[in-house]
């Protein structure tokens, strides 16, 4: 079966670092490309960074631009989000998708078809 | 503030139809046909319901269908089930980034 699988989330402090992992499982990782997206506490869905298929483009929301980094490895089958700078606006559940089709380029298109379960990041002092 | 505009809510009774709408900059949704609906039941992850305005993603009924007229798309609901009681999201790619609407509450009565 295809799956993701988050882990890495947390509870830190303002100005605290943390980093969120997701683990692929039952498709060619390498083929896709892969967004993070998150969820404050009872509000709607945010894109907070995407990553090419192989890794040579990366994209951040504004609000994270500058804190946040995306990457991925595809010997490990992983992406992952290094996050820094933490903000209590930066607090939620954190989802890790997989864009819809093998398309070379298409990052934003076609929507976001298997999702993990999510990680949740906590900022707090 | 998003700026793919949803209704905070809406309802219908089991069997009935019901309609969501996203509406968007015209250089968002109206520039585009990269727009795509969401469903997520609560405590749950997202579900892919709709990409490209209105193709259903492998495994979605037939009684879910998108459309998109100008700078507004739409996701229709045919057959109102208890199960479709969700919160809905469309998302638009923007010519930049992609961008998710505020959410939509369905609620069967």
């Known amino acids: 079966d295809e799956q993701l699988v988050e882990s890495g989330g947390g509870v830190v402090q303002p100005g605290g670092s943390l980093r969120l992992s997701c683990a692929a499982s039952?498709?060619?990782?390498?083929?896709?490309?892969m967004h993070w997206v998150r969820q404050a506490p009872g509000k709607g869905l945010e894109y907070v960074s995407a990553?090419?298929?192989?890794?040579?483009?990366?994209y951040y929301a504004n609000s994270v631009k500058g804190r946040f980094s995306i990457s991925r490895d595809s010997s490990e089958d992983s992406l992952y989000l290094q996050m820094g700078s933490l903000r209590t606006e930066d607090m939620g559940v954190y989802y890790c998708?997989?864009?819809?089709?093998?398309?070379?380029?298409?990052?934003?298109?076609?929507?976001?078809?298997?999702w993990g379960q999510g990680t949740t990041v906590t900022v707090s002092s | 503030q998003s700026a793919l505009t949803q209704p905070r809510s809406v309802s219908g009774s089991p069997g009935q139809s019901v309609t969501i709408s996203c509406t968007g900059a015209?250089?968002?949704?109206?520039?585009?046909?990269?727009v795509s609906w969401y469903q997520q039941h609560p405590g749950e992850a997202p579900r892919l319901l709709i990409y490209?305005?209105?193709k259903r993603t492998s495994g979605v009924p037939d009684r879910f269908s998108g459309s998109k007229s100008g700078s507004t798309a739409s996701l229709t609901i045919s057959g109102l089930q208890a199960d479709d009681e969700a919160d809905y999201y469309c998302?638009?790619?923007?010519?930049?980034?992609?961008?998710f609407g505020e959410g939509t509450k369905v609620t069967v009565l």
């Open positions: 015209s250089s968002y949704v109206g520039g585009y046909y990269y």
């Open positions: 039952g498709f060619t990782f390498s083929s896709f490309a």
């Open positions: 990553i090419s298929s192989n890794g040579d483009k990366t």
């Open positions: 490209d305005v209105s």
């Open positions: 998302c638009s790619y923007t010519g930049s980034w992609q961008m």
């Open positions: 998708a997989r864009v819809n089709k093998v398309v070379p380029g298409a990052i934003f298109y076609y929507g976001l078809d298997l």
